[in-house]
């Protein structure tokens, strides 16, 4: 249905009036609060053929109206106007809230959620990197027992930690015969160890270790040469950890953001959705992965790259039916991708009723992608200057 003037203005009002009162909306209440300049017998009329067209429904005979998933696609695509100065307000609030400073990109990615939570009022979802040019930027050996190791990889991303195996080195009763006296590797000779380490790995990707002990210190090759099958083991095993099931990698925050909000005051609604949240992420993961090709809009965003933003950015917004994941059909999902390395490195959104405030949502999300897209920029650069050709 093509939209009158008189006619989106009326729906811009029902939807922004429902959005604030999670009431449904009057005629009467349409008139007194909104500058429409028509009487409330012709804003009905309108209300009635939006009804018709299935923008509006009643959900009771003898109540207002309210919008339909299709009223709040048309508001959408049609009625929404990007809100530059609320995404640079957002923007400045991001900034003072997470000043950044090189620290670990996961920790980041948490903290950014955690935020994005509490702006929006939604819950917010991100996800890890998902790019395959993490470059290792440090490497460290932690003892966990006499008998065990835990190995530490900070890539250029986030970090990664596993346990290895028991090894001869690092264990008396489990040393080789030659060996047998051979007492556990020291604080400080895991220290050495793990700064050469260090400077071994450095600036290589995990799927493409090689371990070279040629330039180990005789003296502390024998603990050198025990722990090299193991750590070219353990190292492996976190590489392909990395690349396996991406959708545990989404980090979410602010599901008590959206415990008061009307919609989900029913125990069925809220449980459904935890369930989702906490066992369901693989079917959350195509929704809000950068890789996602359903149903969605699609609004792209020219902006300056002296403010290091992405040109040509898609962020996507599903509407309630408009989500394949049944939990999720009482809900709005508004997605953006952050990075530039080149290409995306990572998603985030929002999950809310689909009774949302979506320019701020829109606007919140934004604001986010853009802070990540800098740091994400500031994080690779850091790591260029780590490589072995740097």
């Not at 640079?88 to 809230?97: A, L, W, Y």
């Not at 917010?124 to 932690?142: F, S």
Request: charged fraction near 20%; aromatic fraction near 4%; glycine fraction near 6%.
């Amino acid at each position: 249905m093509k939209l009158n003037v008189r006619q989106q203005n009326i729906l811009r009002a029902t939807v922004r009036h429902y959005v604030s009162t999670a009431e449904p909306v009057g005629s009467k209440s349409l008139v007194t609060g909104y500058d429409l300049q028509v009487s409330a017998a012709t804003v009905r009329n309108v209300m009635s053929a939006l009804e018709e067209s299935g923008l509006l429904y009643q959900p009771h005979t003898s109540a207002g109206r309210i919008p339909s998933d299709s009223g709040y696609r048309a508001y959408v695509d049609e009625l929404m106007l990007p809100s530059e100065p609320l995404t640079r307000q957002m923007e400045n609030h991001i900034s003072q809230r997470l000043d950044w400073n090189g620290e670990v990109m996961e920790a980041l990615l948490q903290e950014s959620a955690q935020v994005l939570a509490g702006l929006s009022g939604y819950i917010a979802l991100v996800t890890m990197p998902q790019r395959n040019d993490a470059k290792i930027k440090h490497l460290r050996l932690v003892r966990v027992s006499e008998a065990q190791l835990l190995l530490v990889v900070i890539d250029t991303y986030t970090n990664h930690s596993i346990l290895m195996p028991p090894t001869p080195a690092i264990a008396k009763n489990l040393a080789a015969p030659s060996e047998r006296d051979m007492p556990p590797a020291s604080d400080r000779e895991l220290q050495i160890l793990s700064n050469f380490l260090t400077e071994q790995l450095r600036g290589q990707a995990l799927c493409d270790v090689q371990l070279d002990w040629s330039d180990l210190d005789q003296a502390f090759a024998r603990y050198a040469g025990a722990l090299s099958d193991q750590l070219q083991q353990a190292i492996g095993n976190l590489a392909r950890r990395s690349r396996t099931n991406p959708a545990t990698q989404i980090l979410i925050s602010g599901l008590a953001e959206v415990l008061d909000q009307p919609e989900f005051s029913q125990r069925s609604q809220i449980r459904s959705l935890v369930e989702l949240l906490e066992d369901g992420r693989d079917q959350l993961w195509p929704l809000i992965s950068t890789a996602n090709t359903g149903l969605s809009t699609d609004l792209s965003t020219e902006t300056s790259t002296q403010e290091g933003r992405l040109r040509d950015r898609r962020l996507r917004i599903w509407i309630g039916a408009e989500n394949p994941v049944e939990p999720m059909q009482s809900c709005a999902l508004v997605t953006t991708v952050y990075g530039n390395a080149p290409g995306p490195v990572g998603s985030l959104g929002v999950l809310g009723p689909t009774r949302m405030l979506y320019e701020n949502a829109v606007a919140a999300v934004e604001a986010a992608a853009n802070y990540l897209t800098d740091a994400v920029a500031d994080t690779l650069e850091m790591s260029n200057r780590l490589t072995p050709e740097g």
